[in-house]
DNA sequence: CCCTGGTAGTTTTTT
DNA sequence: ACTACCAGGG
């Protein structure tokens, strides 16, 4: 096999096969590749066969890459290797093994996010519990977060500190227990699951542990202790285990990511090889150094090397601006001259904090009509009508599946309301039924009027009539089934509304997506079907080459790379993000999202913030990131587009002059500035006034005030307006306070 | 008993 | 923007 692709360190990496190993390195040194390169030297070696191999990436369409890659390098099919997420491997597990647990039978159905927030919810009213005293939401987080860590109803209640987390822990047996009757996996299960059955069933173990003789793991700073335990368990035998990771690069602790996984690798396999990379590939020389100024500035962190080869190149755009809107037409008019200098638009992506900010440049790129697509936030399977149809095929596969049954026993709306739906519910619990068997029950009996029990009925019919149907029909012929049967469309269709028109839009698509799938697939059933869904995401449908834009979270950038990057947003509140004050630990995460957002670019790199923002429709006015101040003058170009047009400054694409395109159309006019001044525009649809106001006005963030209780302290956010307009002031002594600005008397300093 | 439309309070990041 | 809750009409 050639390894001349890489350089004498990953060489390194790739032929020591054997004992475990640990990479860690920067941003674009090609940790990565030398994975890729390891599996296929693993098989080319004769070291095992391709379905001896277990790799485990952070996302499936890592996984699918990874796989051609591997297939390429040697000319062989690759089909047969386990590359895969943690989660899409255990369900494979599980899927052969699951029964011996006694509880689930191998058909369970996988829930997600927001089934789970459903089954809570179910928890909480069979529990009597007020969803106001316990929060779903923290519940959902809180029990989450406990399977991560590998915490059984039992242990988390041994470790609860407080009468609330002894709810806490109630709850969550109650809920595995609704999960359980339910033959349902939420995405946690999963894993937790996985581990146990390994854990009490050695015989499984050993099978696992002789089947895979290599391990391998990317992305390993991202892992939590569960995904630990898994790995572990499975390589105790051998040692063969070879994960790859960047602690600076450690952003999913929210999520239960452990980095002191990676940190003592070298502990828990004490003969373990450690191989560092220091040359990055990807960025040109202002990127590498500009980002790597920035992470440096988290404490908790061992100074680390990254250079490259590359020319210094463009110099880091810095961009400020009045508002949102003008930052999205700032970067869309820069995507607009690049694309004429003959730049194609698959070389650009958009990142930002929260899937929110997307809205906006969704907007103007279609007033300019550039071709984009946002990945992540809403999924096309998350859309509420796409989600419908899906419980249809969930209930019909599974009749336990409770949840599906909430969702679906009205849509369309068939005249059964709450109070019915609380019968059953009650029906069901009482008689530890599942909720479409207590209601095939319940109508027998005299508790509800006939007028409602004939609606139960007709909907229990075209349940057991798709039933039927269910084992002669492929998936698409299904779904065809389903929305005859309940008139899902003649339901849209009704509401004749722009909204149920797009909803009509994306079941059709659900259809060419069925259609393509039933093409595809050798064996095309309702559980395959439903089981691919479940794990993708459209983040894993991308693909490099498609020419337009993309956009996404900074979180969904992890891992991809782009010739020219726009990191927006950069205010503090938003990015890092705030709500209140940030201990440490989190602020110093935030950094490492800066720093991996930044190392995605190759060509340039361009970050923006905007003097006010709406959140949630009110103004909120943000100072420029600390990050931003965190990159040494040097490396940036610093470009203030707040008052005027006329800044001419040359661009990053040949000659062209720089600021804002001009709008397509004139603006709408929108809403009052902080004194309830309508804003002026000029006629070439910029504001140009609202810088002094802002200045004016005796609160706006970077002001100096005295408060009477707590002395000095400077603004540090407002939000709200007229008379709840609120200010956050930092103080002096470091304390960190919100007023209301109309209830508080301060004084100017 | 159900449905609709209005209002108020609020969400970071995702396999 | 998205959900949760309430009032009032059918
Ligand atoms: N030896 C090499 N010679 C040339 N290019 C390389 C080499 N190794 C990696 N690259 C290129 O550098 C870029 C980054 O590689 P890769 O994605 O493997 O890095 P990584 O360490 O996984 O990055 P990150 O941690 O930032 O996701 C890729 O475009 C890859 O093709």
């Known amino acids: 096999m050639k390894l001349t692709e890489l350089n004498e360190r990953q060489r390194e990496a790739v032929e020591n096969l054997e004992g475990p190993l640990l990479v860690v390195a920067g941003a674009g040194s090609g940790k990565t590749r030398v994975l890729t390169y390891r599996i296929a030297n693993l098989i080319d070696q004769k070291k095992a066969r391709p379905n001896e191999i277990l790799a485990v990436t952070f996302t499936n369409k890592a996984a699918r890459e990874m796989k051609e890659r591997v297939q390429k390098i040697l000319s062989l099919p690759s089909d047969q290797l386990w590359v895969s997420t943690f989660h899409s491997s255990c369900v494979k597990i599980l899927r052969r093994e699951i029964e011996v647990l006694g509880t689930y039978t191998p058909a369970f159905t996988i829930y997600d996010e927001q089934d789970q927030l459903s089954a809570i919810k179910k928890?909480?009213?069979?529990?009597?519990?007020?969803?106001?005293?316990?929060?779903?939401?923290?519940?959902?987080?809180?029990?989450?977060?406990?399977?991560?860590?590998?915490?059984?109803?039992?242990?988390?209640?041994?470790?609860?500190?407080s009468s609330y987390d002894e709810k806490m822990a109630e709850l969550y047996k109650r809920y595995q227990a609704i999960l359980q009757k339910a033959n349902a996996l939420d995405f946690d299960d999963l894993l937790l699951l996985t581990v146990q059955l390994f854990q009490k069933h050695p015989n499984i173990l050993e099978k696992y542990q002789n089947l895979f003789k290599y391990c391998l793991v990317d992305e390993y700073q991202d892992t939590n202790h569960i995904q630990y335990l898994f790995m572990k368990l499975l390589v105790d035998k051998h040692h063969n285990i070879c994960v790859v990771g960047d602690e600076d690069q450690s952003i999913y602790s929210w999520r239960g990511a452990d980095i002191s996984n990676i940190l003592s690798f070298e502990k828990d396999f004490p003969k373990a090889k450690v191989i560092k990379l220091e040359?990055?590939?990807?960025?040109?020389?202002?990127?590498?150094?500009?980002?790597?100024?920035?992470?440096?500035?988290?404490?908790?962190?061992?100074?680390?090397?990254?250079?490259?080869?590359?020319?210094?190149?463009?110099?880091?755009?810095?961009?400020?601006?009045?508002?949102?809107?003008?930052?999205?037409?700032?970067?869309?008019?820069?995507?607009?001259?690049?694309?004429?200098?003959?730049?194609?638009?698959?070389?650009?992506?958009?990142f930002y904090r929260t899937n929110a900010q997307s809205r906006v440049f969704e907007e103007i790129l279609r007033q300019y009509t550039i071709a984009y697509k946002i990945y992540g936030g809403m999924n096309f399977y998350n859309r509420s009508e796409i989600k419908d149809?899906?419980?249809?095929?969930?209930?019909?596969?599974?009749?336990?599946?409770?949840?599906?049954?909430?969702?679906?026993?009205?849509?369309?709306?068939?005249?059964?309301?709450?109070?019915?739906?609380?019968?059953?519910?009650?029906?069901?619990?009482?008689?530890?039924?599942?909720?479409?068997?207590?209601?095939?029950?319940?109508?027998?009996?005299d508790t509800l009027n006939a007028g409602t029990a004939k609606k139960i009925l007709d909907f229990i019919g075209i349940i057991q009539e798709l039933r039927q149907k269910k084992e002669e029909l492929n998936p698409q012929a299904l779904y065809h089934a389903v929305l005859d049967k309940t008139q899902y469309s003649h339901f849209l269709k009704g509401e004749d509304t722009i909204e149920s028109l797009s909803r009509l839009e994306n079941l059709e698509e659900l259809d060419s997506a069925l259609g393509e799938f039933v093409k595809q697939k050798r064996e095309a059933t309702l559980e395959?079907?439903?089981?691919?869904?479940?794990?993708?995401?459209?983040?894993?449908?991308?693909?490099?080459?498609?020419?337009?834009?993309?956009?996404?979270?900074?979180?969904?950038?992890?891992?991809?790379?782009?010739?020219?990057?726009?990191?927006?947003?950069v205010e503090e509140g938003l990015f890092p993000h705030s709500r209140g004050e940030l201990d440490f630990e989190d602020m110093e995460e935030e950094r490492r999202l800066c720093y991996v957002g930044m190392t995605r670019a190759k060509e340039a790199l361009y970050m923006s913030h905007a003097n006010s923002r709406r959140i949630h429709g009110s103004p909120q006015y943000n100072l420029p990131s600390r990050f931003l101040d965190e990159i040494p003058e040097e490396f940036v170009k610093r470009i203030d587009l707040r008052r005027r047009v006329g800044n001419r400054r040359l661009s990053v694409w040949a000659g062209g002059a720089e600021g804002e395109a001009p709008s397509p159309r004139p603006e709408r006019m929108r809403g009052r500035t902080m004194e309830g001044v309508l804003r002026r525009q000029d006629p070439e649809g910029y504001e140009w006034d609202f810088d002094q106001r802002v200045s004016d006005n005796p609160f706006s963030p970077g002001i100096r005030l005295r408060h009477p209780h707590f002395g000095s302290g400077v603004i540090c956010r407002v939000e709200g307006q007229e008379e709840n307009l609120k200010v956050t002031i930092k103080f002096d002594n470091g304390a960190i306070k919100k007023f209301l600005a109309t209830q508080t008397q301060f004084e100017r300093i």
């Not at 607009?336 to 698959?346: D, R, V």
């Not at 609380?422 to 069901?428: A, V």
């Not at 993309?550 to 010739?563: S, V």
């Open 123 to 161: 928890t909480l009213k069979e529990l009597n519990w007020d969803e106001k005293v316990i929060h779903p939401r923290a519940a959902q987080s809180r029990i989450s977060h406990a399977k991560n860590c590998g915490l059984t109803p039992e242990k988390f209640l041994k470790k609860a500190l």
């Open 279 to 350: 040359q990055n590939y990807r960025s040109t020389k202002n990127i590498i150094e500009a980002a790597s100024a920035v992470v440096s500035h988290n404490k908790s962190r061992k100074p680390k090397k990254l250079w490259t080869q590359r020319e210094e190149g463009a110099s880091l755009h810095l961009v400020q601006l009045e508002d949102e809107y003008h930052e999205a037409r700032f970067v869309v008019g820069e995507i607009s001259k690049a694309l004429e200098a003959g730049i194609s638009l698959n070389q650009f992506s958009i």
């Open 389 to 445: 149809i899906m419980a249809y095929f969930r209930l019909l596969s599974n009749p336990k599946d409770d949840v599906s049954f909430l969702r679906i026993i009205n849509v369309p709306t068939r005249g059964i309301g709450k109070t019915t739906v609380d019968k059953i519910e009650l029906y069901s619990h009482e008689n530890n039924l599942p909720f479409l068997e207590a209601a095939q029950k319940i109508i027998q009996g």
């Open 528 to 569: 395959t079907y439903l089981e691919e869904i479940s794990l993708i995401s459209d983040l894993d449908s991308m693909d490099e080459n498609e020419d337009h834009v993309k956009l996404m979270t900074l979180h969904a950038a992890k891992g991809l790379e782009f010739p020219y990057v726009f990191m927006v947003g």
